[in-house]
């Protein structure tokens, strides 16, 4: 070997070893959900297109990513790079200016093609501060065999009156039939997502412009009034411990009349695997009272960028890539159109192979319906459909659930379950400076 080629294959070495030093590491933060599992399957597209960026994964359960991400976030920790959080979180947390914008994505990401109900509640000020992966609404899941059964046809727009009086016809207690499924499992995520939306349809509505609490107005009490009857007479038995997982056991099993639930639940109860319905399940718009809201909610999970990174440029890439029409075709290419995450980008729905899909067209009129910046029928000085996006909420909402639980359990009364509401979410309200 002469004295030029070991030159040459030493500068070549040289050049390899500087190229995997500047090689930049981002940490993600992100749950453990099917679809996150997913995508971290398939990232070596994104280091095959960005062989200059290493990817370190921390996959985490929902509750302890939650903790783990706000409190790194809150001190500036730096832990993170890119975060997975919820539509609750984005608005808070812009507005702390604890994320980075992502408005300056480029055009070819086609910022306009996101969903507008998704990308709304993803918004403050006009700046996009989080990337929707996917997202979901709410909807009526109903048996169709069922329905036809007791004489009656399922609007693709039904009103709740319409849904209880399909309920009760539907139910057959002798033989383990319940006209209606709904969550009645304490908590913020669980029985007050379901409460809260369908109390945005009865006209009702957490705070006035005053942030004072309204659980001593009528529309509250309507709202309540008519879940509980209606579980006493077409639901199933210890319905205040049933969250989705429960319901869906029970659907799944041929239990259910209707289910109003999440719209990602589509999936499951249409699964041949899974569901000895399968064949037999239709769906419609989550109901209304014709006041112009409709009972139904809105989430996405979402990639943020910390303002403590020191990677930004990065860590843009990286949002991009798993939020971008490329991403949902490599994932229809893998593992086909039905696992494909759901609910962020209108061109999907204009997709002719994903119209196949039979719940494709009612979960994305379900999206559409949802509006985050203005979810009840009176104004309110928040954002948010099935959450008020306020930092205090998920304590507050939490300790209402568990009144609105007892109430459907028959431990406490309507009025009693409502007068608590009222005053805790008071007590809390003036501690946090928001009332006198």
């Not at 808070?92 to 306009?112: F, R, T």
């Not at 004489?151 to 207690?173: N, S, V």
């Not at 009129?365 to 998920?394: H, L, M």
Request: charged letters at 20%; hydrophobic letters at 40%.
């Amino acid at each position: 070997m002469n004295y030029f080629t070991r030159a040459l294959m030493g500068a070549s070495a040289l050049s390899l070893l500087a190229t995997g030093a500047m090689a930049e590491k981002i940490t993600i933060a992100t749950v453990n959900n099917g679809d996150m599992v997913r995508m971290q399957k398939l990232t070596d597209d994104f280091t095959a297109k960005n062989p200059g960026i290493e990817l370190e994964w921390v996959t985490l359960e929902e509750n302890i990513l939650r903790q783990r991400v706000t409190t790194d976030i809150a001190t500036k920790g730096g832990q993170y790079d890119v975060m997975t959080i919820g539509t609750y979180e984005v608005p808070i947390w812009a507005k702390q200016d604890w994320l980075v914008s992502l408005n300056d994505l480029p055009a070819s990401y086609d910022m306009d093609d996101l969903l507008p109900a998704i990308r709304g509640g993803l918004t403050v000020g006009g700046e996009l501060y989080a990337a929707p992966f996917y997202g979901e609404s709410s909807m009526v899941m109903y048996r169709k065999d069922l329905m036809e059964k007791a004489g009656l046809e399922m609007p693709d727009a039904p009103t709740w009156d319409f849904i209880g009086k399909a309920a009760r016809a539907m139910t057959d207690k002798d033989n383990e039939i319940y006209g209606v499924c709904l969550r009645g499992k304490a908590g913020w995520g669980e029985n007050m997502a379901l409460l809260t939306a369908t109390a945005n349809s009865f006209g009702a509505k957490w705070f006035d412009m005053d942030w004072k609490p309204q659980f001593d107005g009528d529309a509250w009490k309507n709202t309540l009034n008519f879940y509980i009857d209606l579980m006493n007479d077409a639901g199933p038995p210890g319905a205040s411990s049933n969250g989705f997982n429960e319901n869906l056991s029970l659907f799944q099993s041929g239990k259910c009349g209707m289910w109003i639930d999440a719209t990602v639940a589509a999936s499951f109860v249409t699964n041949p695997k899974d569901s000895q319905v399968a064949d037999k399940v239709g769906f419609a718009l989550a109901p209304d009272n014709g006041l112009g809201k409709r009972g139904n909610w809105l989430w996405a999970w979402s990639l943020a960028i910390p303002a403590g990174t020191q990677k930004q440029d990065a860590a843009k890439k990286f949002v991009e890539w798993a939020t971008s029409k490329e991403y949902l075709a490599l994932v229809a290419e893998n593992e086909g159109w039905a696992n494909v995450p759901p609910g962020t980008r209108t061109s999907l729905y204009e997709n002719p192979e994903y119209a196949k899909i039979p719940f494709a067209k009612m979960t994305l009129d379900s999206i559409n319906s949802a509006d985050p910046n203005n979810p009840t029928v009176d104004p309110v000085p928040y954002v948010g459909v099935q959450f008020v996006a306020i930092p205090e909420f998920q304590g507050i909402a939490t300790s209402v659930g568990q009144q609105f639980s007892a109430a459907l359990a028959g431990t406490v009364s309507v009025d009693d379950a409502l007068a608590s509401a009222q005053s805790l979410t008071e007590r809390e309200m003036k501690r946090a400076g928001y009332i006198k």
